[in-house]
């Protein structure tokens, strides 16, 4: 009986040896591949790096396209915001990879007749600044070709090489960086905080904050300011805030503003845009 429950105790103990290597084998193999697929993540990631710098501008460049409006802030605050229209959409690519957007800028209820008209250049930012998408302003050369550029159909736009043949003096740039996440916005910036040259209404230089919201809205605030640092033009309360047409139709109700020449021409020192 003895010898017989040794052999049972025997047979147990090598059953344990053998299946106790087989688990740690299996254990080894589990923790294997989940560093092999940790050290893949990482290695595609910095493949990729390239990629992810253009697909920042990508966002950008697409978040900056379409029509907006100020129709709700007007409709709040008609003493310090007009209702504008906000258009920009595709014009061209440069070599590099670079977009180059048609923006024009109107009252909202005489969208034929832009008093505004930019180009937008947007890019990665240089590597070895601490930012993302560069947004780059331009002016146009002979910009009354381009009024209503992006109601137009494309056979009856300038084309590409003629849009990139357009693009005339730099105005400014604005430092782009993607939002922390629990953010509101996408991406959020400036331009440097000694901006760029303005003359108008007696500034010396202007500054830009831009941010591109979760919501598709566009929040930009222009300044001017002169020597002494005294702001001469734009918006004191906060930025203009423009939502997209769809979610904007509903104050279409709200009665026009008086446009008159004289008073729109003051008062369009409130305009988010860089004034010549």
């Known amino acids: 009986m003895s010898t017989g429950s040794g052999s049972d ?3 147990d103990s090598d059953s344990d040896s053998d299946s106790n290597p087989n688990g ?16 893949g993540a990482v290695l595609l990631k910095r493949l990729t790096k390239s990629a992810t710098r253009w697909d920042h501008s990508r966002i950008v460049a697409h978040s900056l396209t379409g029509q907006k409006y100020s129709k709700e802030q007007a409709y709040r605050d008609p003493d310090n915001y007009f209702n504008f229209r906000w258009l920009s959409c595709p014009a061209a690519e440069m070599v590099d990879g670079s977009k180059v957007l048609y923006f024009e800028q109107a ?7 832009p008093f505004r008209q930019r180009f937008f250049m947007v890019k990665p930012c240089p590597k070895e600044m ?6 780059s302003t331009y002016a146009i050369r002979d910009a009354e070709g381009y009024k209503n550029f992006c109601d137009r159909s494309k056979d009856q736009r300038p084309q590409p090489e003629e849009v990139i043949g357009d693009i005339a003096e730099h105005l400014t740039t604005i430092y782009l960086k993607h939002c922390e996440r629990g953010k509101p916005c996408l991406y959020e910036g400036s331009t440097p905080r000694d901006g760029f040259p303005n003359s108008w209404n007696g500034a010396s230089y202007c500054t ?26 734009g918006v004191k309360g906060g930025p203009y805030e423009f939502k997209p047409a769809a979610a904007s139709s509903f104050i279409d109700m709200f009665p026009p503003l008086n446009l008159a020449a004289e008073s729109a ?10 004034q010549d």
């Open 130 to 135: 601490k930012c993302d998408v560069e947004l």
């Open 208 to 233: 830009s904050e831009l941010s591109i919201m979760k919501n598709n809205e566009i929040h930009i605030w222009d300044k001017g300011y002169d020597d002494d640092g005294n702001q001469v033009w």
């Open 265 to 274: 021409e003051k008062r369009i020192q409130g305009s988010f845009v860089f």
């Open 107 to 113: 009252f909202w209820r005489t969208p034929h007749k």
């Open 9 to 11: 105790s025997d047979s």
């Open 24 to 39: 740690w084998s299996r254990a080894r193999g589990v923790v294997l591949k989940t560093l092999l697929l940790i050290g």
